[in-house]
């Protein structure tokens, strides 16, 4: 009975040193895989990212800027009537590059006597907008500024600037047919010396040098010389009509003593035109020599308009 109890004792003290090698901590959880609805856990990366091309963004046609304009070496100085759409007309320019050119952000911004740089004609099919290049004409003495155009006219067609040009021309004719002719001035000097003191060839008009010298009539420029005494630089005009009873011959003006001359042989003018600037060219003071012929001189002041 004894050895039994010692041989239960021993079984026991036996499994329990059997149990102290056995590991009872707590188990690991493995977390490498992400629970469901989790996105914490982010892979490595085992290949490089690749770049998505992108395509080239291309201007539509109708956004592509304009070719700069060039200028064509002529220029035209504003004078009564003159919009930008009838310059452009005239000259057979794009009035965008005509803006463009001469800094003109407002078409309606056009004063006598300025003088604008003619671009280069480009037939590219263009069309001036209505509301862009508005009817604002120039009268004189006058600069139009944006806030005194109320409406924004159609311009009219070459074909009714043509017409216009045309009527207008016409009527002067009839005028003169009638002896009713009356001319503007060339300048608004004081005459210093008049039809008799001229030695009945002209009047002579007083002035500062440079100032603006215009076209009293639509013409074609006739003669550009300096190679008669007493005239220095002058220019000779040609216009389409003639007076009753003073010859056959078209009437012409002469515009005498100029500085500079601005137009050249054949080139057609309109009136009120900047054609040559005042000087002393053959004289001894700033004048200009202005005659009316008719095949003979005619007084000036018979034709000019009443001040």
């Not at 500062?208 to 190679?227: F, I, K």
């Not at 137009?263 to 009120?272: L, Q, T």
């Amino acid at each position: 009975m004894q050895l039994r109890t010692l041989a239960c004792v021993a079984s026991a003290a036996l499994m329990i040193a059997g149990c102290s090698s056995v590991d009872v901590s707590a188990p690991i959880e493995d977390r490498s895989t992400p629970a469901p609805g989790t996105s914490s856990f982010l892979p490595e990366q085992t290949q490089p990212a690749q770049t998505v091309p992108v395509p080239e963004q291309t201007q539509p046609s109708h956004l592509k800027a304009e070719p700069a304009p060039q200028a064509s070496g002529r220029v035209h100085t504003v004078a009564l009537g003159d919009t930008i759409y009838n310059i452009s007309v005239r000259y057979g320019c794009n009035p965008r590059e005509l803006m463009a050119l001469n800094g003109i952000t407002d078409p309606t911004m056009l004063s006598l006597g300025r003088e604008l740089t003619i671009p280069v004609s480009r037939d590219d099919g263009s069309a001036p907008n209505a509301a862009a290049y508005a009817q604002a004409t120039v009268t004189e003495g006058q600069e139009l500024s944006a806030g005194e155009i109320t409406t924004a006219q159609r311009p009219a067609t070459p074909e009714e600037v043509a017409q216009q040009q045309a009527a207008a021309q016409q009527k002067v004719q009839d005028d003169a047919a009638r002896g009713e002719i009356e001319i503007r001035w060339p300048t608004q000097g004081e005459v210093i010396a008049d039809f008799a003191a001229t030695g009945n060839l002209g009047i002579d008009i007083a002035g500062s040098m440079g100032e603006p010298v215009m076209a009293v009539l639509d013409g074609t420029v006739q003669y550009v010389g300096n190679n008669t005494e007493g005239y220095g630089q002058f220019v000779i005009v040609r216009h389409n009509i003639r007076l009753p009873g003073k010859g056959t011959t078209p009437l012409i003006t002469v515009y005498g003593n100029t500085s500079k001359v601005l137009v050249h042989i054949n080139e057609s003018v309109r009136a009120g035109q900047k054609i040559a600037e005042m000087g002393d060219s053959d004289a001894s003071r700033v004048k200009l020599r202005f005659e009316i012929r008719q095949g003979r001189p005619l007084d000036p002041m018979l034709y000019l308009q009443k001040r």
